[in-house]
């Protein structure tokens, strides 16, 4: 019985240092908890203008984000952060040569809303 409690207790301690199967979130993962359905409005009442109702993209202000290679290069948290910053039209990134406001123009938007309207395009991307 001496023998087993210390193979016991080392196994114990091996399980709580390999975390125990639990993993821990990484922020830089591309794991956001987002809502389509609701990314879906929250799309509708920002993004439209520029993009849309179906995403499409406007001739002359915004990209289709349906078979946008940018949207499938990104990774959730990528997405996030760009919307939140937006990109200039002086950006040589930037190749409809029109300001893409931080927030979309909306500053009532938050973060829940942005994760959301991610999500929604990770959904309908093509």
Do not use: W
Request: proline share 7%; with cysteine; glycine share 10%.
């Amino acid at each position: 019985m001496k023998r087993i409690f210390p193979i016991i207790l080392l196994l114990s301690f091996l399980l709580v240092a390999c975390g125990g199967g639990e993993s821990e979130a990484n922020p830089s993962s591309n794991t956001l908890t987002g809502d389509p359905v609701a990314g879906k409005a929250a799309y509708a009442k920002t993004c439209t203008a520029c993009h849309g109702p179906e995403a499409k993209g406007v001739s002359g202000l915004g990209k289709d984000l349906t078979t946008s290679e940018f949207v499938a290069s990104k990774s959730n948290a990528e997405l996030k952060d760009f919307i939140l910053t937006g990109r200039p039209a002086s950006d040589p990134l930037n190749t409809t040569h029109v300001d893409m406001p931080p927030k979309g123009g909306n500053p009532g938007l938050t973060d829940q809303d942005i994760e959301n309207i991610v999500a929604f395009l990770h959904s309908i991307h093509q």
